[in-house]
């Protein structure tokens, strides 16, 4: 197939476009450099003359600088111009979106046992809680009303890899640097995906027929809490993670730190079961990969 894939050169653009062409696919690959600002781009037909797919990464992550407007300029509509240009030239398209279309956590009973529904799969109603949620719900049900565009909508959980950033750099770098940090009685599941799985299911998507007009949750495989990800990225970086315990009600005046305390679960079987898809990576040798990058690029 002949692939386009916009945001190529960013964090999971990294990984897809090489996992394509690993499969014999022809990826043309997108970036800034291409399109420059997305809002308002009218250069879709041109770029995807001859074009068997489409896996649209490209969007504008939310912060304080960027309001609501600017979000929708860039992650809904120039989505929606880029579904029906895709759809014109007879092409597939995956859509990148993300599981805060679902909320922001899921609950949880006691002893880190979830309870029914606690999970986040296909099926879940979508329910954002911040300006990005909402814009990349908006940009789903956009696409879903292009008449004849064969859509796979994507929804992961938070991904990591060599090249992380945000949170999961800062937790990194702190467990490397030996920092005492109190979350040992932390009692929630987080779900994860390594970048180079969420390639894979990338590229499984675009070669199952099943998989046009379906939605599918995707992860790593088993959620884990937040100290058992301290202990496992200690062990990838080979020293301890040093862990003291605090109450979750004291931790979470910071509103940030629920990221650390509370729960998201996301539940893939029917990525697994109905494209036979399964991670390539288990989830030690992701946190070895990244481990090994911020060990000698990271820090």
Not at 220 to 225: C, K, P, Q, R
Request: hydrophobic share 50%; aromatic share 6%; charged share 20%.
């Amino acid at each position: 197939m002949r692939v386009v894939v916009t945001g190529a050169s960013g964090f999971i653009g990294q990984a897809v476009a090489p996992a394509l062409r690993a499969r014999g696919h022809e990826v043309v690959a997108l970036d800034r450099a291409a399109t420059g600002d997305l809002a308002g781009f009218a250069g879709w037909p041109a770029h995807l003359a001859g074009a068997d797919a489409v896996v649209h990464l490209a969007a504008l992550a939310h912060s304080r600088d960027v309001d609501e407007s600017r979000l929708r300029a860039v992650n809904v509509d120039a989505v929606l111009a880029l579904g029906r240009a895709a759809a014109a030239a007879g092409a597939k398209l995956l859509f990148m979106s993300s599981v805060k279309v679902l909320g922001e956590e899921t609950p949880i009973a006691a002893f880190g046992e979830e309870t029914p529904g606690a999970a986040f799969d296909d099926a879940s109603p979508p329910a954002p809680q911040d300006a990005y949620g909402r814009a990349k719900a908006a940009a789903e049900s956009a696409l879903r009303a292009v008449p004849g565009l064969a859509l796979t909508v994507l929804r992961p959980p938070l991904a990591y890899s060599p090249g992380v950033k945000a949170n999961f750099l800062a937790l990194l770098g702190a467990v490397a640097r030996g920092w005492p940090l109190p979350l040992a009685s932390i009692d929630n599941r987080r779900s994860l995906v390594f970048a180079g799985n969420l390639a894979d299911a990338v590229v499984r998507c675009l070669e199952a027929p099943a998989a046009a007009g379906k939605t599918y949750c995707v992860s790593d495989g088993a959620a884990l809490s937040t100290p058992a990800l301290c202990r496992a990225l200690g062990a990838a970086l080979g020293r301890p993670a040093r862990l003291f315990a605090c109450p979750a009600a004291l931790l979470e005046i910071a509103p940030a730190a629920r990221k650390l305390t509370r729960s998201l679960v996301v539940d893939d079987s029917a990525i697994r079961r109905e494209l036979g898809w399964a991670p390539p990576y288990t989830f030690e040798e992701g946190l070895r990969l990244t481990a090994g990058w911020f060990q000698t690029q990271g820090r």
